[in-house]
């Protein structure tokens, strides 16, 4: 018996990925929380940043930042 599984391509939601906008005052931490509850922090922030190619920490107002599916 074989048995497959779909590509990634097909398992991606169609469209654009969603993003947000940071507003004044915003962190990578409550941005995470804001719109990844499901996530423990540090997770959040990581994905945050690995989505977003940031080395660092800081985000700037007017920034757009490209958030996971699903989030």
Known sequence: MLF?????????????????????????????????????GQAGVDELRRLNGISGYGV????VLILPYGS
């Open 4 to 40: 497959t599984t779909a590509s990634r391509a097909e398992q991606l939601p169609a469209g654009p990925p969603p993003t947000i906008v940071v507003r004044s005052g915003d962190t990578l931490w409550d941005i995470a929380a804001r719109e990844m509850p499901g996530r423990h």
């Open 60 to 63: 700037h107002p007017g920034d």
